[in-house]
């Protein structure tokens, strides 16, 4: 004897409705279908209040004050636009965000080129592609404190595999191979790991494009003659740059909050050659315990991202309505 599925649900709504207070059902009862609604939402809504708007607030607040987390019984004063004159004129900060800028469009770059690379050519389903999709993906499965580990690990110059690569294909001693210790190697060390992490992301979005683009578009195509490298220029880049720029949206917000990854290798060294933003924010705010300004600086990053971002989003709106 089969019991249908609509017959458990009527059960259930008999039974929650037995079960319902008659002075609750009959406010119930008496509300519209909008009230209803927003007596569902209203719990998921106050949480949301309270986990993300307050504390972007109560930061906004603290940006105007003298406020030091590690003297809380302190008497607070307010200091008007003295943090942010302090943020905005000091160099250090400064130096911070064109470390992160750099970060930002060297890993953007490589990524957006690698993934949709990546994603054009297993597109063509080629013989074992399903299996080649799951090794790629690997990388962007793991833990960025188990990346940031191996790759130290790595980048080791006496045991570390990538010195013997380096040294195998130029000839250059192991021992002169400082990736995380040289000036000049360690923003890049840093850049080829979160290219290596997060490059299977970006394949997605960017297959997911290629994969949205109707078959027929291209048999019309090679009923035109068009070759190959016209189809790809005409109807493939065109048709799937929403999706490209869309990753590159993502990644973008992602990589300008980088933190973990340049703290797991680096730490900011050697000396403050890769010290981003996100680095200089925690030691304003939790070893020099500059809470006000620290607050002013997060305040300042924020604007930042967000007016890019919203400039960034009309600029893709108006790709996707050609």
Not at 78 to 97: E, F, K, S, T
Not at 140 to 161: D, K, T
Not at 208 to 219: K, Q
Not at 258 to 278: I, K, N, Q, R, Y
């Amino acid at each position: 004897m089969t019991i249908s599925s609509s017959s458990i649900v009527e059960k259930a709504a008999d039974a929650t409705a037995r079960a319902t207070p008659v002075s609750v059902a009959r406010r119930v009862r008496g509300l519209s279908d909008r009230a209803i609604a927003w007596l569902f939402i209203a719990p998921a809504i106050t949480l949301l209040l309270a986990i993300n708007i307050f504390p972007l607030l109560w930061a906004v607040y603290l940006s105007f004050t003298n406020y030091r987390a590690n003297r809380p019984n302190a008497p607070v004063q307010g200091v008007g636009l003295g943090n942010y004159h302090r943020v905005l004129n000091d160099p250090d900060i400064w130096q911070a965000m064109q470390t992160t800028a750099h970060f930002v469009f060297w890993t953007i770059a490589l990524q957006t080129v690698i993934g949709f690379t990546l994603a054009y050519l297993i597109d063509r389903k080629f013989r074992g592609h399903a299996f080649w999709t799951t090794i790629i993906l690997i990388p962007m499965m793991l833990s960025p404190a188990v990346v940031g580990n191996f790759w130290r690990f790595l980048y080791e110059p006496q045991i570390g595999l990538f010195a013997y690569a380096v040294s195998m294909v130029s000839g250059i001693p192991t021992s002169d191979i400082q990736m995380l210790g040289n000036v000049s190697l360690a923003p890049w060390a840093i850049i080829i790991v979160d290219t290596w992490m997060w490059t299977p992301y970006v394949m997605l979005i960017c297959l997911a494009g290629l994969r949205s683009i109707p078959d027929y578009i291209y048999e019309a195509a090679e009923v035109d003659r068009a070759s190959p490298w016209r189809q790809f220029w005409s109807i493939t880049v065109p048709m799937a740059l929403p999706f490209i720029m869309l990753a590159v949206l993502f990644r973008g917000i992602e990589n300008f909050k980088m933190f973990d990854m340049v703290t797991l290798l680096t730490g900011g060294g050697p000396g403050s050659v890769t010290e981003v933003a996100s680095i200089t924010l925690k030691r304003a705010a939790f070893e020099s315990w500059a809470t006000g300004r620290a607050s002013a600086f997060a305040i300042v990053l924020f604007v930042a991202v967000f007016g890019l971002a919203n400039i960034y989003v009309k600029a893709l709106n108006k790709v996707k309505q050609r």
